[in-house]
T-cell receptor
Framework: DQQVKQNSPSLSVQEGRISILNCDYT??????FLWYKKYPAEGPTFLIS?????DKNEDGRFTVFLNKSAKHLSLHIVPSQPGDSAVYFC???????????FGTGTSLTVIP | EPEVTQTPSHQVTQMGQEVILRCVPI?????FYWYRQILGQKVEFLVS????????KSEIFDDQFSVERPDGSNFTLKIRSTKLEDSAMYFC??????????????FGDGTRLSIL
């Protein structure tokens, strides 16, 4: 049962342009959403999060948008840099915090 | 910056043997997790642990698996009677607080388990 879905396995973007990564979820009990970045041979690194009481959270070049009615969140990276090339996972949890559900990841390639 | 550390980075084990994966969570964190990622697949939750007991576990975490916090710093995952399909990356994560507080998990770099 795939409660968090990332339908785009890969994305290529030119350096300096915007990268938009998308994520959908099915469980209406989720109230905390996160994006992680993962390089090969490393663990996921926390990037940015948003709680369900907000619809936008911004941290430097990274902005996460949450559309609760559509059960959809997105990560915007602008401007994209070659160092952003990695696999990006979205994750979600309910307020118990006992389990985080991960999407299958989107591999972002930023072309210099 | 404090980090979660996992040892070993790569473990090769004969099928049927027992293996123990070790993790040192961030020192003031209270919640601990194990995940696994089979090659090419998503990161899957195995178990969460708080106050010296399991908080939640997935269907994957059956009697073959156990977790322990043997002292104040280590958090271990034991896999008994390993099978070929247990081959995966195993990630440990920790979190400062849990229920009702939105905080991210912090992950270690994983242990690659190869069952022969």
């Amino acid at each position: 049962d795939q409660q968090v879905k990332q339908n785009s396995p890969s994305l290529s973007v030119q350096e300096g342009r915007i990268s938009i990564l998308n994520c959908d979820y099915t469980n209406s009990m989720f109230d905390y959403f996160l994006w992680y970045k993962k390089y090969p041979a490393e663990g996921p690194t926390f990037l940015i999060s948003i709680s369900s009481i907000k619809d936008k959270n911004e941290d430097g070049r990274f902005t996460v948008f949450l559309n609760k009615s559509a059960k959809h969140l997105s990560l915007h990276i602008v401007p994209s840099q070659p160092g952003d090339s990695a696999v990006y996972f979205c994750a979600a949890s309910s307020n118990t915090g006992n389990q985080f559900y991960f999407g299958t990841g989107t591999s972002l390639t930023v072309i210099p | 910056e404090p980090e979660v550390t996992q040892t070993p980075s790569h473990q090769v084990t004969q099928m049927g043997q027992e293996v123990i994966l070790r993790c040192v969570p961030i020192s003031n964190h209270l919640y601990f997790y194990w995940y696994r990622q089979i090659l090419g697949q998503k990161v899957e939750f195995l178990v969460s642990f708080y106050n010296n007991e399991i908080s939640e576990k997935s269907e994957i975490f059956d009697d073959q698996f156990s977790v322990e916090r043997p002292d104040g710093s280590n958090f271990t995952l034991k896999i008994r009677s390993t099978k070929l399909e247990d081959s995966a990356m195993y990630f440990c994560a920790s979190r400062l607080q849990g229920a009702g507080v939105n905080q991210p998990q912090h992950f270690g770099d994983g242990t690659r388990l190869s069952i022969l």
